[in-house]
C-alpha cells in the first residue's frame, strides 16, 4: 500500500516503531512478561478477600487484574517512554515536517505497543478462562467495551505524562503515580467493590475505573444499564480531557 495515503503513511510509521519496540530487551520485558507475571503475584492477598461477598470468584478477580495490568505496562508505561525517546532523538519534530499531521504521527507511534496490549489482554482472558477457573464471560461485549476505552485512554494518558518527563530516565518515575494509583484504586489489585463506601465513590472517577468495571462486569455481570452508561460516560469524559491535554501541553521539541 503506498505511503502517500494516510493508511498507508501510518501503517509504515507503526512497523518501523514496532521494529524498534522489539530492539529494546527492557521495553520487551516490560511491554510482554511483566504483565503476566504480576496477576499471580497478588493472587495470596486476593485469597484474604472476602470475594464471595462481593460476588465475585478468584478466577474472574484474576482476569480482571490481568487485563488491567495489561493495560498499564504494556501500553501506557511502555508508551510514555516511547514518547518520550522519540521526542529526545529529534524523530517526532522531523516527522513533523512531512506530510504526517501530528494525529497521525502521535497514532502510528501509538499503534504497536496499543497492538500489543489488546492481543495480551485477549490471550490473558483466554488463559485465565481455560486454567483458573474464571468461567465463561456473562457479557463479552462489555470486556471488549472495557478493553477498547482503555487501550484509548492509556494511549492519551502516555502522551501525556510524557510531555512532562525530560529524559527517557525521568519518563519511568513520572510514569509511577497514575501507574500505582491505577492499580490500587482502579480495581485491578483490589476490587473496588471491597472499598469502604466513600473511598470507592472517589476511586469510581479515577481514569482506568470505568475501563476495569466494565471488564469486570463482563465477568460477573451484576452492572444495570445505568451502571454501564455511567461508565462509559466517564471513561469517555477522561479520553477527552486526555486529548485536550495532548493538544495543550505535548511538547514536541526536546526538553533541554
Known sequence: MSTTTATGRLRALAHAELTLLFRNKSAVVTALFVPLMLPFSVRPAMRQMDLKAAGLTMG????????????????????????????????????????LGDAEILAGAALPAVCVGLVQSVILAVGCTALLDAGTPRA???????????LVLCA???????????????????????????????????PSSL??????????????????????????????????????????????????????????????
Open 140 to 150: 463479552p461485549h462489555l470486556i471488549f467495551l472495557g478493553l477498547l476505552l482503555g
Open 195 to 256: 472499598l469502604p463506601g466513600k473511598i470507592a465513590s472517589v476511586c469510581a472517577l479515577l481514569p482506568l475505573s470505568p475501563a476495569v468495571r466494565l471488564v469486570r462486569a463482563g465477568w460477573s455481570g451484576g452492572l444495570s444499564a445505568y451502571g454501564i452508561l455511567g461508565a462509559v460516560a466517564t471513561g469517555t469524559a477522561w479520553v477527552v480531557v486526555a486529548v485536550l491535554a495532548v493538544r495543550r501541553w505535548f511538547r514536541w521539541d526536546p526538553r533541554r
Open 156 to 190: 492519551a494518558l502516555a502522551a501525556v505524562t510524557a510531555s512532562f518527563s525530560r529524559t527517557v530516565e525521568s519518563a519511568q518515575v513520572t510514569a509511577l503515580p497514575l501507574l500505582f494509583v491505577s492499580m490500587l484504586g482502579s480495581g485491578i489489585a483490589i
Open 60 to 99: 474472574a478477580v484474576t482476569a480482571t487484574a490481568a487485563i488491567g495490568f495489561s493495560l498499564l505496562f504494556a501500553v501506557y508505561t511502555s508508551l510514555v517512554s516511547v514518547f518520550a525517546a522519540r521526542r529526545e532523538e529529534l524523530v517526532l519534530k522531523r516527522l513533523r515536517t512531512g506530510e
